[in-house]
């Protein structure tokens, strides 16, 4: 082994952090495993093996506690806090030098050492460079045609660009033909790891700090793991006074939560993590325009679990592939909603379970009024309604009237719709992986529709589709004029959810234009091209991907 590559392979990489205003400074090898990165801020925080810990940048932003850190100087710390911990744990004392580690759960689930891959990697480039003198071209055409195929992989879950045809069984579990290759419904192995860590989870005391950033619509869910959702699920019942209010005991509120996350299915878009974004941008609403003083505490409780049920089970196709495929929920519900009403369907099944029912201590009255109300709510999530509600509250609007039911009810449908899609609300970096996400689903659903020869939903065609024109018309005729008329009735959101929409609407409008300009200069480069070549001339040599034949391009199904 050449000094170089002893070198490299001792490299370390120093952080500097705070914790409760504590300077430390953390060195780790720079192939250090991901989770002995972690271990080590934990015990420098002296913090319990199940106590939540984040880590933000001198911005205040939440970064990410990975091997990927960026290096930083004392006077950049970021700094380190245990946002949620367990008051009556003792404190946990480690070594905060980490040893050798298993790798990623990923990288062990499916038997690979990435760390000694990438050294093996690293190993043969620099051999090439020695013996070459420089790297040859060649290589870095390899790197970008292995990153691009990688990247299509990703955008293209089931390869149907390869022409593939994958069919379809009629298995109550079967495979979700698109999603990382992982089964549509969540394994039993995966639930019980999941619900292990909350209930290990769900005495901690989260933080006041975490508590007040839970109720704004800045909250980024993507720092956040599934377990550590529901802890803060947990916490929203709570500072509403829910438990009190309707005497919910806590072992029936965690049965409840780990039900609904067994039932967000392994999706891109609708799945447990867009449950938990509509349920906080909720809960944000309901304290941004202090709901507590202007409706009941059973309305509360109806938008808030309304908001955490109102995708149960989704799987990835819309209403209307629903329609035309013919599919069981289509039959059953008659073609009216299906998705909406199975959703209801669904959390009543959790509901009708002792342990799991949330509100089995209500009265009969007050259980029907919150069963309808849940009821109203998710219905209510259907697109091909949205005219329909919001025409109603505007008719209403100059006279709203808060002791009014039909005046509530109709509010409490326009919060769950802006709920629902409130993604563009969000900050830029939060908002627009979101984007990634729904665009994948709505792809997967037109390449199916394709596939089986159905109608094909235009705005999710892959071929007509780009991300900035997904955005701007809907921003433009959907998101703006809903969410500007629930401002008129709470003027303080102006400032909170509407102007960052026009922010991502000037987001968005500037890359169409960007990407309508690259299209046109590509066009003229091509025609100019073309009209250089000589009439007549030998074989070239292929000098792009194409040329060489390595464009693979979809055969017939």
């Not at 290589?139 to 691009?148: D, G, L």
Request: glycine share 4%; proline share 5%.
């Amino acid at each position: 082994m050449s000094s170089a590559e002893q070198e490299e392979m001792m490299a370390t990489k120093i952080i500097y952090f705070t914790i409760n205003g504590r300077p430390e400074q953390a060195e780790f090898p720079v192939d250090c495993p991901a989770q002995d990165v972690k271990d080590l801020f934990r015990s420098a925080a002296e913090a319990g093996p199940h106590d939540i810990l984040k880590l933000y940048n001198p911005k205040g932003n939440i970064i990410n506690i990975s091997p990927q850190l960026a290096p930083n100087t004392p006077q950049s710390s970021y700094k380190l806090e245990v946002v949620a911990a367990d008051c009556n744990s003792e404190p946990v004392f480690s070594a905060l030098r980490p040893g050798p580690g298993c790798g990623t759960e990923l990288a062990v689930a499916l038997g690979f050492d990435l760390s000694s891959m990438e050294k093996r990697l690293q190993s043969l480039e620099k051999k090439i460079l020695i013996e070459a003198g420089e790297t040859p071209a060649i290589v870095y055409e390899m790197k970008r045609q292995v990153e691009s195929f990688r990247e299509k992989l990703e955008s293209v879950e089931h390869l149907s660009w390869l022409g593939l045809f994958k069919e379809l069984s009629d298995a109550t579990h079967k495979p979700s033909p698109f999603y990382h290759k992982r089964t549509l419904r969540k394994t039993l192995e995966e639930c019980e790891l999941v619900r292990d860590k909350f209930l290990k989870m769900s005495s901690l005391e989260v933080s006041e700090e975490v508590r007040q950033y839970l109720k704004t619509p800045t909250f980024d869910n993507w720092q956040w793991e599934d377990a550590e959702i529901m802890v803060l699920l947990q916490v929203m019942y709570m500072d509403l006074d829910f438990i009190s209010a309707f005497n919910i005991e806590l072992e029936v509120l965690q049965q409840f939560l780990y039900e609904v996350y067994r039932r967000y299915n392994n999706i891109p878009f609708h799945n447990f993590k867009h449950c938990f974004c509509v349920t906080q941008m909720m809960y944000g609403l309901i304290w941004l325009t202090d709901l507590r003083s202007k409706m009941d505490s059973i309305d509360l409780l109806t938008l808030l679990t309304s908001a955490v049920c109102h995708d149960l089970d989704h799987t990835g196709y819309n209403n209307a592939y629903q329609i035309n495929a013919r599919t069981e929920l289509a039959l059953r519900y008659n073609d009216i909603s299906p998705l909406e009403n199975h959703h209801c369907a669904v959390a009543f099944e959790i509901l009708e379970k002792n342990e799991s029912n949330i509100f089995r201590n209500l009265s009969t009255d007050q259980y029907k009024r919150i069963r309808e109300g849940i009821i109203r709510c998710i219905l209510a999530t259907d697109m091909t309604r949205h005219n329909e509600i919001l025409n109603k509250f505007k008719s209403i609007l100059q006279t709203f009237d808060f002791s009014n039911k039909d005046h509530r009810d109709v509010l409490m449908m326009i919060l769950i719709k802006v709920s629902d899609i409130s993604n563009e609300a969000r900050p830029m970096d939060v908002a627009e992986p979101w984007l990634d996400c729904l665009l994948q689903e709505f792809f997967n659903q037109s390449d199916m529709e394709k596939l089986e020869g159905l109608p094909v939903t235009p705005f999710m065609d892959r071929d007509k589709v780009t991300k900035p024109s997904s955005q701007t018309g809907f921003i433009r005729f959907v998101l703006l004029p809903l969410f500007m008329e629930l401002a008129n009735l709470f003027p303080c959101l102006e400032q909170h959810i509407i102007d960052p929409v026009r922010k991502a609407l000037d987001y968005y409008t500037e890359m169409e234009k960007a990407l309508e300009r690259e299209k046109q200069n590509r066009a003229q480069s091509d025609k100019t091209g073309k009209s250089k070549e000589p009439s007549s001339s030998g074989p070239k040599e292929p000098d792009t991907q194409a040329d060489a034949g390595l464009n693979l391009k979809p055969t017939t199904v």
